[in-house]
């Protein structure tokens, strides 16, 4: 087996949210991949598999500390990525096929970035109001801050805060612990000035119900910037920043094109490849 790792989403080098890739882990079982995951200590980790679906490319398993995700965004540029640097060959130049828990997503080349193809909700609409009130207890955000409450689902079960700026994201205190599933994050615009137009945070409760922010988020971007253009608050295509609070400086990429599907976008760079891993007993 060998390991690759790769940051994604960063503005500039070892800025983003790393990924850890594992090629050639056919024979792990789920507990050893679970276990895996669980010692690198990664937010996801990722194992390329051969595919089963006729259409994709490579099949992909994500997993997180406290289990295995359907789909989420930063594996899913990283594992494309890293499966190409291998010397992956798409069946259809400049398109790369993922297959994962949720089926098919294609992955495309733009501007010297790759993006992804936002999947479809899962779960949408408002939130009802002890969602609402729950979700600003836990983020440590004022409820009078909240202009919107909604479902942004799209794999994990994130439940969207957007509060009435950036500064009022950049300001919001989070709870240590909450329920192992929690996922709650935060939106607000920021005042014209730099690249980014958005300010984001996430954060997800580990395996021992520690809430931890995320440093830059790809699911969750794809369904806010689905939120976003649907709703007429962003046209054609907006940057979100992710990760100031805790050290990183992550750049999103957003974009809907003239169909209505939306993109997610991010600069992707190895940072290690082709480390041995060897089988735990």
């Known amino acids: 087996m060998l390991l690759d790792l790769v940051d994604v989403f960063g503005a500039g080098q070892l800025s983003g949210n790393p990924l850890a890739v594992v090629r050639g882990g056919e024979a792990l079982d789920d507990a050893a991949m679970l276990r895996l995951t669980q010692w690198l200590g990664y937010s996801e980790t990722t194992f390329l598999l051969p595919p089963e679906h006729p259409d994709a490319d490579y099949r992909v398993r994500i997993f997180f500390p406290a289990g295995e995700l359907p789909f989420a965004g930063h594996p899913t540029l990283g594992s494309a990525h890293a499966w190409l640097a291998a010397g992956g060959v798409p069946r259809q130049t400049g398109?790369?096929?993922?297959?994962?828990?949720?089926?098919?997503?294609?992955?495309?080349?733009?501007?010297?970035?790759?993006?992804?193809?936002?999947?479809?909700?899962?779960?949408?609409?408002?939130?009802?109001?002890?969602?609402?009130?729950?979700?600003?207890?836990?983020?440590?955000?004022?409820?009078?801050?909240?202009?919107?409450?909604?479902?942004?689902?799209?794999?994990?079960?994130?439940?969207?805060?957007?509060?009435?700026?950036?500064?009022?994201?950049?300001?919001?205190?989070?709870?240590?612990?909450?329920?192992?599933?929690?996922d709650v994050a935060l939106l607000g615009a920021i005042a014209p000035s730099g690249i980014a137009q958005f300010e984001?945070?996430?954060?997800?409760?580990?395996?021992?119900?520690?809430?931890?922010?995320?440093?830059?988020?790809?699911?969750?971007?794809a369904a806010v910037a689905q939120y976003l253009f649907a709703t007429g608050q962003a046209q054609g295509s907006y940057v979100a920043a992710q990760g100031r609070k805790v050290g990183a400086d992550g750049l999103v990429h957003c974009s809907q094109g003239a169909d209505g599907e939306v993109w997610i976008a991010g600069r992707v760079e190895t940072v290690s490849t082709g480390g041995v891993l060897f089988p735990q007993g």
């Open 95 to 182: 398109r790369v096929v993922q297959e994962c828990g949720i089926g098919l997503v294609e992955v495309r080349e733009e501007e010297g970035r790759l993006a992804f193809r936002a999947p479809p909700l899962i779960r949408s609409g408002p939130l009802d109001d002890a969602d609402r009130t729950e979700a600003a207890r836990l983020a440590g955000v004022d409820k009078a801050r909240v202009v919107a409450a909604v479902h942004a689902a799209n794999g994990p079960g994130w439940k969207l805060l957007h509060l009435s700026s950036a500064e009022a994201v950049l300001a919001a205190e989070p709870v240590s612990h909450a329920p192992v599933g929690t």
């Open 200 to 221: 984001v945070r996430a954060f997800f409760a580990d395996p021992a119900g520690k809430l931890v922010e995320d440093p830059v988020t790809g699911s969750l971007n």
